[in-house]
T-cell receptor, first 114, second 112 residues
Framework: GAGVSQSPSNKVTEKGKDVELRCDPI?????LYWYRQSLGQGLEFLIY????????KSGLPSDRFSAERTGGSVSTLTIQRTQQEDSAVYLC????????????FGSGTRLTVV | QKEVEQDPGPLSVPEGAIVSLNCTYS??????FMWYRQYSRKGPELLMY????GNKEDGRFTAQVDKSSKYISLFIRDSQPSDSATYLCAMTWNSGNTPLVFGKGTRLSVIA
């Protein structure tokens, strides 16, 4: 596609439920990033995939968070047993390898845990 | 102390004003500096990119980096209502695929 596509755009879930957020990067972009944007907190790095290398999971806030990337393309971020503090906008970005300043972001998934 | 500090504003200016946005950082290893613009309910989009110290100009926008002071700035000349957005600084130490570290963003409103 022309841009980074994220779905759903909005998700309301009950506390304790699991959620899956999807990211479709730009075709040919080998690097994929997940960030979280909370009110007043800026963008917080979660996880990064580069090609077939092991992902950098250093930003995941707890073991309830996991992500995978299938076939070097689509990525899914899973949050298990959601908590109210997980409410935020989850942003996905992709870039060409070695082109760190060329992030293209999706519009994000707005997650609300009630 | 967070790695990147940015005043969240909000900042309100009249149309045509010169806007100055800035960030300070603590990690002297940062070499690559970016400014992103984010409209409401949209993802951030890259506005300016600078390597190491110096100035870069693109139309009404000028980015400055002072590594000795660990201070970066974005200037917007002849500001327009369409410039109303949140501006985020971002930086990293490696041109390869290392995660960017973002400031919290400054919300700017340009009033017609």
């Amino acid at each position: 596609g022309a841009g980074v596509s994220q779905s759903p755009s909005n998700k309301v879930t009950e506390k304790g439920k699991d959620v899956e957020l999807r990211c479709d990067p730009i075709s040919g972009h080998t690097a994929l990033y997940w960030y979280r944007q909370s009110l007043g907190q800026g963008l917080e790095f979660l996880i990064y995939f580069q090609g077939n290398s092991a992902p950098d999971k250093s930003g995941l806030p707890s073991d309830r968070f996991s992500a995978e990337r299938t076939g070097g393309s689509v990525s899914t971020l899973t949050i298990q047993r959601t908590q109210q503090e997980d409410s935020a906008v989850y942003l996905c970005a992709s870039s060409l390898a070695g082109f760190n300043y060329g992030y293209t972001f999706g519009s994000g998934t707005r997650l609300t845990v009630v | 102390q967070k790695e990147v500090e940015q005043d969240p504003g909000p900042l309100s200016v009249p149309e045509g004003a010169i806007v100055s946005l800035n960030c300070t950082y603590s990690n002297s290893a940062f070499q690559y500096f970016m400014w992103y613009r984010q409209y409401s309910r949209k993802g951030p989009e890259l506005l300016m990119y600078t390597y190491s110290s110096g100035n870069k100009e693109d139309g009404r926008f000028t980015a400055q980096v002072d590594k000795s002071s660990k201070y970066i700035s974005l200037f917007i000349r002849d500001s327009q209502p369409s410039d109303s957005a949140t501006y985020l600084c971002a930086m990293t130490w490696n041109s390869g695929n290392t995660p960017l570290v973002f400031g919290k963003g400054t919300r700017l409103s340009v009033i017609a």
